[in-house]
């Protein structure tokens, strides 16, 4: 079973502050999405990184994709309020089930005015 | 358009009731999946559901658990005999090809 490792569980910063989180695996993945959820909503898919390397900006939040497609990492600059919710990555499941996503537990960010 | 709806958005029951969750997807997507997802846990996938092909059930945790797609359209989830451990947000999602769009989910609570 491919696990999928996200840290940290939790992040409370103050606005304007930087930050990263990470989603690691000691598993390859063929690809990578980052989404994020917000209370009382479903997860909103933010971006797909498929090639090992890969670095992809949204604005203010730049996805990595390690070079061995066993981590990435999200990190946002200059965070605001509207960023707080929890960040889930996730991964094809192993065995050609690409429909089939393994999910991270997420890192649930807070971010204070 | 319309998103991805569920309904209904809480449910409450007793242990040992039957329970049925309803997901209406974006019209024209041909896939359709449930997942579960517990306090402090990701989201575990449960069903999926791809036009007229037969459902992968793999991820359905007992057989308490079962669903179905009526038309390629509309799906109802249903849970008998709820336990306790059974109380999460159930989350469906619908996708014509590769992103999948979420309802906002139904949060079953067993008593």
């Known amino acids: 079973t491919q696990l999928l490792e996200q840290s940290p569980q939790f992040l409370s910063i103050q606005e304007g502050e930087n930050l990263t989180v990470y989603c690691n695996s000691s598993?390859?993945?063929?690809?990578l999405q980052w989404y994020r959820q917000e209370p009382g909503e479903g997860p909103v898919l933010l971006v797909t990184?498929?090639?090992?390397?890969e670095v992809k900006k949204l604005k203010r939040l730049t996805f990595q994709f390690g070079d061995a497609r066993k981590d990435s990492s999200l990190h946002i600059t200059a965070a605001q309020p509207g960023d707080t919710g929890l960040y889930l990555c996730?991964?094809?499941?192993?065995?050609?089930?690409?429909?089939?996503?393994?999910f991270g537990k997420g890192t649930l960010l807070t971010v204070n005015p | 358009g319309a998103g991805v709806s569920q309904s209904p958005s809480n449910k409450v029951t007793e242990k040992g009731k039957d329970v049925e969750l309803r997901c209406d997807p974006i019209?024209?997507?041909?896939?359709l999946y449930w997942y579960r997802q517990s306090l402090g846990q990701g989201l575990e996938f449960l069903i999926y559901?791809?036009?007229?092909?037969?459902?992968?059930k793999s991820g359905l945790p007992s057989d308490r658990f079962s669903a179905e797609r009526t038309g390629g359209s509309v799906s109802t989830l249903t849970i008998q005999r709820t336990q306790q451990e059974d109380s999460a947000v159930y989350l469906c999602?619908?996708?014509?090809?590769?992103?999948?769009?979420f309802g906002p989910g139904t949060r079953l609570t067993v008593l």
């Open positions: 999602a619908s996708s014509p090809w590769g992103t999948q769009y």
């Open positions: 598993s390859v993945f063929s690809s």
């Open positions: 990184v498929v090639t090992g390397g």
């Open positions: 996730a991964g094809p499941a192993s065995g050609g089930s690409n429909y089939k996503l393994t």
């Open positions: 019209s024209g997507h041909t896939a």
């Open positions: 559901f791809q036009g007229n092909s037969a459902p992968d």
